[in-house]
């Protein structure tokens, strides 16, 4: 099997900064184009932003030049740099990831979520 946990969330003041983090671990072979996402209260669930396993980014439109996405291939793990936050950037933060494991083809895979919450 395979999982993936995020940490980095938490309570920051509208300007503030965030770093949030998500590893993945267990069976894998290989890991594709790793993504953030969030889901704020009432709304939908939608993309932040995403990087391919050679480093390519692509953002949403609102966080672009505020939010940074890397990955350490070598640790499994993708980073989400998030700065100038504002408060309707305060929801719960997905991590996302196709994953082709040792043994048993390939699978989609989430984080549990960490929550963000941007206020006063």
């Known amino acids: 099997q395979v999982q993936l946990v995020e940490s980095g969330g938490g309570l920051v003041q509208p300007g503030g900064s965030l770093r949030l983090s998500c590893a993945a671990s267990?069976?894998?072979?290989?890991?594709?184009?790793m993504s953030w996402y969030r889901q704020a209260p009432g709304k939908q669930r939608e993309l932040v932003a995403d990087?391919?396993?050679?480093?390519?980014?692509n953002y949403a439109d609102s966080v672009k030049g505020r939010f940074t996405i890397s990955r350490d291939n070598a640790k499994n793990t993708v980073y989400l740099q998030m700065n100038s936050l504002k408060p309707e950037n305060t929801a719960v933060y997905y991590c996302?990831?196709?994953?082709?494991?040792?043994?048993?083809?390939?699978?989609?895979?989430w984080g549990q979520g960490t929550q963000v919450t941007v206020s006063s």
């Open positions: 990087i391919t396993n050679d480093g390519r980014a």
């Open positions: 996302n990831a196709p994953v082709r494991r040792n043994v048993g083809g390939m699978g989609n895979y």
């Open positions: 267990g069976s894998i072979f290989r890991i594709y184009t």
